[in-house]
């Protein structure tokens, strides 16, 4: 049987990818809007589509070290997390980044209290950009299924052995409902090798793990597990490639570029937001505007290299993000900042849809305008936020 | 009594201090389990004294788990091991009273909750001794920590103990038991008891810490030993909701003579003394009605 369609939302896709993917434990405490995925996958356990241990844990952090434990016996685990929770896995996913655990995760992205709110923004996953997980942010359903089962594919590769994130904004993806392709079993079985660790926990060879290193030795272990992420964007692409050819659905690996090539003015974003500004690129395009947007598919490793390539003839780059690092500037602009140190174009920060505050169509065609007419470089502005003439 | 014992070491080569309770119990209850046997501890004495890489002691499987997630890493161990068919093999953890009583009582609370077939064994060293004796929910009434400095203001621990074992009974866990390196073949029995349950056992075994409670070395079980005799501690058993006293002490000897012999008690008055000597005969009578 070849690949059927389905009507699902975000959350739903995530559930069928990881059920292709057969996982033999799960473990997850439930949150908004992670919930569906949580949901979806006891369903499948319950009817027995799925032949998986399903775990009752009390509390996201043991969510996180439960799968942990199952995975360095050799059995294929999924979590699925967001916001509080995910800060609450904290500790834990440095743990299991150092220990090389090769987890595979969902976030659903969502903003940190306080304020509490149940919305979108992406500071929950930006936040703990440093701790050692591949970070990749999806922009709709179908995206959202294939990188659960390209996710498998990285973390367990024996040259990555790093765990991986995948992140939908929430509601905005987590709860829209779109047409997926569902590739078939024998598409996945074609593209996803069983997990087989080398270091596993071994009756006949006892292992012990997660262990203390001396100052002499930490700094060794830290360095592989920096050249590991490094390496993962060779394996990011190939696996991207192998899942197009059995699937014919590719991503670009670590960026997705829309009509970058002889852009003037780009816009650089993460996650769903995407569609919306490509959607605006293609109207400026027809009113003859050299426009383009890049799409930063993985935060970790981050794509340096391929920024600059899909730049080199901007003038003007704006980087929208739903994140703000208090006292400096939202982290994505901070890092494409960085790689692009030796651009001449001018680099602008738009900080939007914090607290799932919509980012609208107009306010993007307004930040394209603004982009062309830019001189000064490293500004922070806040999109949708009216300050009172006091304040100014 | 007679105890039969692997002759094989599954603990060995570690830096524990002298006399360590801690080391006793680990050592002897993997005697007992076996090679089939995955062991997760997390942060504390046991983890630090045999995990340091390239030194690491543990003759079976074993792994540090993050401080909070001992009941958890137990679980996926042990929720692992039956997605995978793995038969005959005991997944056990040995956490510290503060790796227990405090920021690991969630995470095991979670663990009972669920039935997973896992051993948890509390080493109760009663204070957070690898950091250097600060006070953990187990500490007991009176005893001076650093945290807790015997002085005229604080004057050493003013919470009385929990009581692990009634928190774990009131989970209607398969199986617990209190036990002490004061008594092995007790916690022998214990252990090879705890193997066979099916679903969570929980054994708390008093571990007396000669560095943190001031006493000699060489003096761990004696010291154990006379807690059971003077009541401060008690070895019983709960399964399938009945209560079991294990060594009903007719009469007790002198709470004082304990207390005094570690330096950890050393400020104590007779009035203080006179307090604890009342909380254990409460404790007692709330115990003796549960088992009658």
Same mark, same amino acid.
């Given at each position: 049987?070849?690949?059927?369609?389905?009507?699902?939302?975000?959350?739903?896709?995530?559930?069928?990818?990881?059920?292709?993917?057969?996982?033999?434990?799960?473990?997850?405490?439930?949150?908004?809007?992670?919930?569906?995925?949580?949901?979806?996958?006891?369903?499948?356990?319950?009817?027995?589509?799925?032949?998986?241990?399903?775990?009752?844990?009390?509390?996201?952090?043991?969510?996180?070290?439960?799968?942990?434990?199952?995975?360095?016996?050799?059995?294929?685990?999924?979590?699925?997390?967001?916001?509080?929770?995910?800060?609450?896995?904290?500790?834990?996913?440095?743990?299991?980044?150092?220990?090389?655990?090769?987890?595979?995760?969902?976030?659903?992205?969502?903003?940190?209290?306080?304020?509490?709110?149940?919305?979108?923004?992406?500071?929950?996953?930006?936040?703990?950009?440093?701790?050692?997980?591949?970070?990749?942010?999806?922009?709709?359903?179908?995206?959202?299924?294939?990188?659960?089962?390209?996710?498998?594919?990285?973390?367990?590769?024996?040259?990555?052995?790093?765990?991986?994130?995948?992140?939908?904004?929430?509601?905005?993806?987590?709860?829209?409902?779109?047409?997926?392709?569902?590739?078939?079993?024998?598409?996945?079985?074609?593209?996803?090798?069983?997990?087989?660790?080398?270091?596993?926990?071994?009756?006949?060879?006892?292992?012990?793990?997660?262990?203390?290193?001396?100052?002499?030795?930490?700094?060794?272990?830290?360095?592989?597990?920096?050249?590991?992420?490094?390496?993962?964007?060779?394996?990011?692409?190939?696996? *991207?490639?192998?899942?197009?050819? +059995? !699937?014919?659905?590719?991503?670009? =690996? /670590? #960026?997705?570029?829309?009509?970058? @090539? *002889?852009?003037?003015?780009?816009? +650089? !974003?993460?996650?769903?937001?995407? =569609? /919306? #500004?490509?959607?605006?690129?293609? @109207?400026?395009?027809?009113?003859?505007?050299?426009?383009?947007?890049?799409?930063?598919?993985?935060?970790?490793?981050?794509?340096? @290299?391929?920024?600059?390539?899909?730049?080199?003839?901007?003038?003007?780059?704006?980087?929208?993000?739903?994140?703000?690092?208090?006292?400096?500037?939202?982290?994505?602009?901070?890092?494409?900042?960085?790689?692009?140190?030796?651009?001449?174009?001018?680099?602008?920060?738009?900080?939007?849809?914090?607290?799932?505050?919509?980012?609208?169509?107009?306010?993007?065609?307004?930040?394209?305008?603004?982009?062309?007419?830019?001189?000064?470089?490293?500004?922070?502005?806040?999109?949708?936020?009216?300050?009172?003439?006091?304040?100014? | 009594?007679?105890?039969?014992?692997?002759?094989?070491?599954?603990?060995?080569?570690?830096?524990?201090?002298?006399?360590?309770?801690?080391?006793?119990?680990?050592?002897?209850?993997?005697?007992?389990?076996?090679?089939?046997?995955?062991?997760?501890?997390?942060?504390?004495?046991?983890?630090?004294?045999?995990?340091?890489?390239?030194?690491?002691?543990?003759?079976?499987?074993?792994?540090?788990?993050?401080?909070?997630?001992?009941?958890?890493?137990?679980?996926?161990?042990?929720?692992?091991?039956?997605?995978?068919?793995?038969?005959?093999?005991?997944?056990?953890?040995?956490?510290?009273?503060?790796?227990?009583?405090?920021?690991?009582?969630?995470?095991?609370?979670?663990?009972?909750?669920?039935?997973?077939?896992?051993?948890?064994?509390?080493?109760?060293?009663?204070?957070?001794?690898?950091?250097?004796?600060?006070?953990?929910?187990?500490?007991?009434?009176?005893?001076?920590?650093?945290?807790?400095?015997?002085?005229?203001?604080?004057?050493?621990?003013?919470?009385?103990?929990?009581?692990?074992?009634?928190?774990?009974?009131?989970?209607?866990?398969?199986?617990?038991?209190?036990?002490?390196?004061?008594?092995?073949?007790?916690?022998?029995?214990?252990?090879?008891?705890?193997?066979?349950?099916?679903?969570?056992?929980?054994?708390?075994?008093?571990?007396?810490?000669?560095?943190?409670?001031?006493?000699?070395?060489?003096?761990?079980?004696?010291?154990?030993?006379?807690?059971?005799?003077?009541?401060?501690?008690?070895?019983?058993?709960?399964?399938?909701?009945?209560?079991?006293?294990?060594?009903?002490?007719?009469?007790?000897?002198?709470?004082?003579?304990?207390?005094?012999?570690?330096?950890?008690?050393?400020?104590?008055?007779?009035?203080?003394?006179?307090?604890?000597?009342?909380?254990?005969?409460?404790?007692?009578?709330?115990?003796?009605?549960?088992?009658?």
């Amino acid at each position: 049987m070849g690949p059927k369609k389905q009507f699902v939302s975000g959350d739903e896709a995530v559930a069928i990818g990881v059920k292709l993917a057969k996982p033999l434990v799960i473990a997850a405490y439930p949150i908004t809007p992670q919930t569906i995925v949580v949901e979806r996958l006891a369903e499948m356990v319950e009817s027995g589509e799925l032949k998986s241990e399903y775990m009752y844990v009390e509390s996201e952090h043991s969510a996180l070290a439960a799968v942990m434990g199952a995975s360095v016996l050799g059995a294929r685990t999924f979590t699925a997390t967001s916001s509080q929770g995910l800060l609450y896995m904290a500790e834990v996913l440095h743990y299991s980044s150092g220990g090389r655990v090769p987890l595979v995760m969902m976030n659903a992205n969502r903003s940190v209290a306080l304020p509490w709110s149940i919305f979108g923004d992406q500071r929950d996953s930006l936040s703990l950009l440093d701790s050692g997980w591949i970070q990749v942010y999806v922009e709709d359903a179908q995206e959202s299924l294939d990188m659960m089962l390209q996710a498998y594919a990285i973390a367990e590769h024996a040259e990555v052995l790093t765990p991986v994130m995948v992140n939908l904004d929430g509601f905005i993806l987590t709860h829209t409902y779109e047409c997926i392709e569902i590739p078939s079993e024998e598409q996945v079985e074609a593209f996803l090798p069983n997990f087989e660790l080398a270091n596993k926990m071994d009756l006949g060879a006892p292992k012990n793990l997660f262990f203390s290193s001396s100052p002499e030795h930490n700094i060794g272990f830290k360095y592989q597990q920096h050249q590991a992420m490094m390496q993962s964007k060779k394996i990011i692409d190939e696996v *991207d490639k192998k899942y197009e050819a +059995i !699937t014919t659905r590719g991503y670009g =690996g /670590l #960026v997705d570029a829309y009509r970058c @090539e *002889d852009a003037d003015t780009i816009i +650089i !974003t993460l996650g769903s937001i995407t =569609g /919306l #500004v490509r959607d605006v690129v293609e @109207e400026l395009r027809e009113q003859g505007e050299k426009v383009g947007v890049l799409k930063i598919r993985y935060m970790r490793p981050f794509p340096d @290299e391929e920024i600059r390539n899909h730049t080199k003839t901007a003038k003007s780059i704006g980087v929208l993000e739903k994140d703000i690092s208090f006292g400096y500037q939202g982290t994505v602009f901070t890092n494409v900042s960085s790689a692009l140190k030796e651009s001449k174009a001018s680099l602008t920060n738009y900080v939007a849809g914090l607290g799932g505050k919509n980012i609208s169509r107009d306010e993007i065609v307004t930040i394209y305008k603004e982009l062309s007419e830019i001189k000064e470089t490293q500004t922070v502005r806040f999109v949708g936020v009216e300050v009172s003439k006091d304040e100014d | 009594m007679k105890t039969k014992l692997e002759q094989e070491e599954y603990f060995y080569g570690h830096k524990a201090c002298a006399g360590c309770g801690g080391s006793i119990a680990v050592r002897l209850a993997l005697k007992v389990l076996g090679k089939n046997t995955f062991v997760v501890l997390p942060a504390g004495c046991m983890s630090a004294v045999s995990f340091v890489y390239p030194q690491l002691c543990f003759g079976v499987n074993a792994l540090i788990s993050p401080f909070a997630s001992t009941g958890a890493m137990l679980s996926g161990i042990y929720v692992g091991a039956k997605a995978l068919g793995l038969k005959d093999v005991n997944v056990v953890g040995f956490a510290g009273d503060g790796g227990t009583a405090d920021i690991g009582l969630q995470a095991l609370s979670g663990a009972i909750d669920r039935g997973d077939k896992i051993i948890y064994i509390c080493y109760d060293n009663e204070a957070y001794m690898n950091t250097g004796v600060q006070k953990s929910s187990l500490t007991p009434y009176g005893a001076r920590t650093t945290t807790t400095p015997a002085g005229d203001r604080i004057h050493g621990s003013t919470s009385v103990k929990k009581d692990m074992f009634d928190i774990v009974a009131a989970h209607n866990i398969a199986y617990a038991a209190t036990a002490s390196v004061g008594n092995i073949p007790d916690y022998i029995r214990k252990v090879e008891k705890a193997s066979k349950v099916q679903g969570t056992s929980y054994i708390h075994v008093a571990a007396p810490c000669p560095t943190g409670w001031g006493v000699d070395s060489s003096d761990t079980i004696a010291i154990a030993k006379q807690a059971i005799d003077c009541g401060l501690w008690y070895l019983a058993e709960y399964e399938d909701g009945d209560y079991t006293i294990n060594k009903n002490v007719k009469e007790f000897t002198s709470v004082k003579d304990y207390l005094k012999k570690q330096s950890r008690f050393k400020h104590l008055t007779d009035e203080d003394i006179e307090t604890i000597q009342v909380q254990r005969d409460k404790k007692w009578q709330a115990l003796r009605k549960k088992a009658q």
